[in-house]
């Protein structure tokens, strides 16, 4: 991964999972707190492949999606 993402992981409060967290088949290096309890998961894999662009509109998308949800509840 480069160095542009991983400063983009730094600033959005990503945490590196050692071990990696399994789901479904799949390994999840990253998190990053959403709230107390729930996060948005990484792979290594995705986040080497992905744009750097891509992953910030992507990031900033779900964050107003999952703020969206919150406060409807």
């Known amino acids: 991964m480069n160095k542009e993402k991983m400063e983009w992981?730094?600033?959005?409060?990503?945490?590196?999972l050692n071990p990696p967290y399994?789901?479904?088949?799949?390994e999840f290096k990253y998190r990053v707190p959403m709230d107390d309890k729930d996060y948005m998961y990484y792979s290594e894999s995705y986040l080497?492949?992905?744009?750097?662009?891509?992953?910030?509109?992507?990031?900033?998308r779900w964050c107003s999606v999952?703020?969206?949800?919150r406060s409807i509840v």
């Open 9 to 16: 992981l730094k600033q959005i409060g990503a945490e590196e």
């Open 48 to 60: 080497n492949e992905t744009p750097l662009d891509e992953l910030k509109s992507k990031f900033k």
């Open 66 to 69: 999952w703020q969206t949800s």
């Open 22 to 26: 399994e789901h479904n088949g799949k």
